[in-house]
């Protein structure tokens, strides 16, 4: 049973830096396919970063993707935080041999605000 566990969520000012974490417990990490997602109210979830370096445009620049497979752990860098990015933020795993079945964690929130 693949588990994700988010972390790193908080609040902070316009401009602030945070740092997400996702650790999978249950499968083997190198298997599969990371990524990040995030749902403001009202909207609909959105991909914000996948693979090793894939960013979305909307955070191209600010945000960066990574991970460490000994630590079977996901990360999100966020820089120069804009109130937009305010969200739930989700990670989710795919396996890279049979992408058809996400499966996501409970997600950490995150709130830019002045």
């Known amino acids: 049973q693949v588990q994700l566990v988010e972390s790193g969520g908080g609040f902070v000012q316009p401009g602030g830096s945070l740092r997400l974490s996702c650790t999978m417990s249950?499968?083997?990490?190198?298997?599969?396919?990371m990524a990040w997602y995030r749902q403001a109210p009202g909207n609909q979830r959105e991909l914000v970063a996948v693979g090793r370096t894939t960013v979305a445009d909307s955070v191209k620049g600010r945000f960066t993707i990574s991970r460490d497979d000994a630590k079977s752990t996901v990360y999100l860098q966020m820089n120069s935080l804009k109130p937009e990015d305010t969200a739930v933020y989700y990670c989710?795993?795919?396996?890279?041999?049979?992408?058809?079945?996400?499966?996501w964690g409970q997600g950490t929130q995150v709130t830019v605000s002045s």
């Open positions: 249950g499968a083997i990490f190198s298997s599969y396919r």
């Open positions: 989710n795993a795919r396996l890279w041999s049979n992408p058809n079945i996400p499966h």
